[in-house]
């Protein structure tokens, strides 16, 4: 039915009928410009018509009002061309200004609907909209453990003010690296995931969670290091505690290894020069490490993760998404660190230096913690005894 909206199918009969009904001595002479445009347009409405018909598109209306536009513009140069009756060139014209209406009203209603639509219904839901929506307990806090937003099941759970909650570190009513945490209303499985410079954590009661609680107990287990009741998940520097250091390694060698991204990994200290004629005790080392891993971290970016590990005096940096390249840049610039921190008189009798390795991984290649810190103490040590 569609080929009957096809403008030939109707024009050429009503041509031949014009033809025959009309009167020489009525004749109008139509300029040859008119012809030429009239036939222009017609013809593109009928490679239009053809379009809308092969291509099997979903336009009825559209062919009906292509259909109604072609026929009032070529009967009005026709009538008068061939001598038919005017009526029929003023019928034509009636088509085509009511073609030309209907057109300009669709358009209109599409120009008005769209404009209707306001940019609130089509933006995409804030961070806290989408955590709203959760049904699970649910809160953000930032790298100090600082609440920034809770859904209603995360306060009804804790059963707390919100005020309160928001006053106070996370550590103080979740333990962190546990697996559950029991509450006023009950035992509740944990799930934490950090993102970039927040921490996202997720409450479910245990009954609900079982066959998880069990599954993440015999995969986590083994590498997750308890941490010291009452201690924080981020320590006086600013880093991460270093119980969280094997937990947090693991999880970013994985996540390399799953998606086989970069990770770069650095392992510093000071180094001393061991014929200095001042004597160094652990303790003094131990401060002066302080002073050194206190102005590193604010040379770290967001996404790095570092660990002071105090009993070694060394701090492991991890570098999510950072070649070898960039990490070695890195070490350029904490290399100056012993030059801005110590007085000059202090570091050259001591000979205090900035000692380092730094391990690459693409995911390539099986790598576990264990075995990547082997690597970086083997390389730290090396370098050591070389500068020393």
Same mark, same amino acid.
């Given at each position: 039915?569609?080929?009957?909206? %096809?403008?030939? +199918?109707?024009t050429?009969?009503?041509?031949?009928? %014009? =033809?025959?009904i009309?009167?020489?001595?009525?004749?109008?002479?139509?300029?040859?410009l008119?012809?030429?445009?009239? *036939?222009a347009?017609?013809?593109?409405?009928?490679?239009?018509?053809?379009?809308?018909?092969?291509?099997?598109?979903?336009?009825?209306?559209?062919?009906?009002?292509?259909? +109604?536009?072609?026929?009032?513009?070529?009967?009005?140069?026709v009538?008068?061309a061939?001598?038919?009756?005017?009526?029929?060139a003023?019928?034509?014209?009636?088509?085509?200004?009511?073609a030309?209406?209907?057109?300009? &009203?669709?358009?209109?209603?599409? #120009?008005?609907?769209a404009?209707?639509?306001?940019?609130s219904?089509?933006?995409?839901?804030?961070?806290?909209?989408?955590?709203?929506?959760?049904?699970?307990?649910?809160?953000? @806090?930032?790298?100090k453990?600082? *609440?920034?937003h809770?859904?209603?099941?995360?306060? #009804?759970?804790?059963?707390?003010p919100?005020?309160?909650?928001?006053?106070n570190?996370?550590?103080?009513?979740i333990?962190?690296?546990e697996? @559950?945490v029991?509450?006023?209303?009950?035992?509740?499985?944990i799930?934490?995931?950090?993102?970039?410079?927040?921490?996202?954590f997720?409450l479910?009661?245990t009954e609900?969670?079982?066959?998880? *609680?069990?599954?993440?107990?015999?995969t986590?287990?083994s590498?997750?290091?308890?941490?010291?009741?009452?201690?924080?998940p %981020?320590?006086?520097?600013?880093f991460?505690s270093?119980? &969280?250091?094997?937990?947090r390694?693991?999880?970013?060698?994985?996540?390399?290894?799953? &998606?086989?991204?970069?990770?770069?990994?650095?392992?510093?200290?000071?180094?001393y020069?061991?014929?200095?004629?001042? $004597?160094?005790?652990?303790l003094?080392?131990?401060?002066?490490?302080?002073?050194?891993a206190? =102005?590193?971290?604010?040379?770290?970016?967001?996404?790095?993760?570092?660990?002071?590990?105090?009993?070694?005096?060394?701090?492991?940096?991890?570098?999510?998404e950072t070649?070898?390249?960039? #990490?070695?840049? *890195?070490? $350029?610039?904490?290399?100056?660190?012993?030059?801005?921190?110590f007085?000059d008189?202090?570091r050259?009798?001591?000979g205090?230096?900035?000692v380092s390795?730094?391990q690459?991984?693409?995911?390539?290649n099986?790598?576990?913690?264990?075995?990547?810190m082997?690597?970086?103490e083997?390389?730290?040590e090396?370098?050591?005894?070389?500068?020393?």
């Amino acid at each position: 039915m569609s080929w009957l909206f %096809f403008p030939p +199918f109707f024009t050429i009969p009503a041509t031949i009928l %014009f =033809a025959l009904i009309g009167d020489r001595g009525n004749v109008q002479p139509v300029p040859g410009l008119i012809w030429g445009g009239a *036939l222009a347009v017609y013809l593109c409405l009928c490679v239009l018509s053809a379009y809308f018909v092969l291509g099997e598109q979903e336009a009825k209306t559209d062919l009906g009002l292509i259909f +109604f536009l072609s026929q009032g513009l070529i009967l009005i140069p026709v009538v008068l061309a061939l001598g038919a009756p005017v009526f029929f060139a003023w019928g034509g014209f009636i088509i085509l200004l009511g073609a030309l209406s209907l057109s300009f &009203y669709r358009a209109t209603q599409i #120009a008005s609907g769209a404009s209707a639509v306001s940019p609130s219904d089509s933006a995409a839901p804030t961070p806290n909209e989408i955590i709203d929506k959760i049904p699970l307990a649910t809160c953000v @806090t930032n790298n100090k453990g600082a *609440l920034l937003h809770a859904n209603s099941p995360f306060y #009804a759970a804790l059963e707390q003010p919100k005020e309160l909650l928001q006053n106070n570190p996370i550590n103080e009513i979740i333990p962190i690296n546990e697996e @559950t945490v029991e509450l006023d209303t009950g035992l509740w499985w944990i799930q934490q995931e950090h993102f970039a410079d927040r921490y996202l954590f997720f409450l479910c009661p245990t009954e609900h969670c079982q066959p998880q *609680l069990s599954e993440q107990v015999q995969t986590q287990k083994s590498f997750a290091a308890p941490v010291i009741a009452g201690s924080g998940p %981020f320590d006086e520097y600013g880093f991460l505690s270093p119980g &969280y250091m094997e937990y947090r390694t693991t999880e970013e060698i994985e996540r390399a290894r799953r &998606y086989r991204r970069w990770l770069s990994v650095l392992l510093l200290g000071l180094g001393y020069n061991p014929s200095s004629p001042m $004597g160094i005790g652990s303790l003094e080392q131990g401060g002066y490490f302080k002073t050194f891993a206190k =102005a590193v971290k604010p040379m770290l970016r967001n996404v790095d993760i570092g660990f002071a590990m105090n009993e070694q005096n060394r701090v492991l940096i991890l570098l999510p998404e950072t070649p070898l390249s960039g #990490a070695k840049s *890195l070490l $350029g610039r904490l290399s100056t660190v012993p030059r801005e921190v110590f007085e000059d008189s202090l570091r050259e009798s001591l000979g205090i230096r900035v000692v380092s390795s730094v391990q690459f991984y693409n995911g390539a290649n099986p790598l576990d913690f264990p075995k990547l810190m082997s690597i970086l103490e083997e390389s730290f040590e090396a370098a050591d005894k070389v500068a020393s």
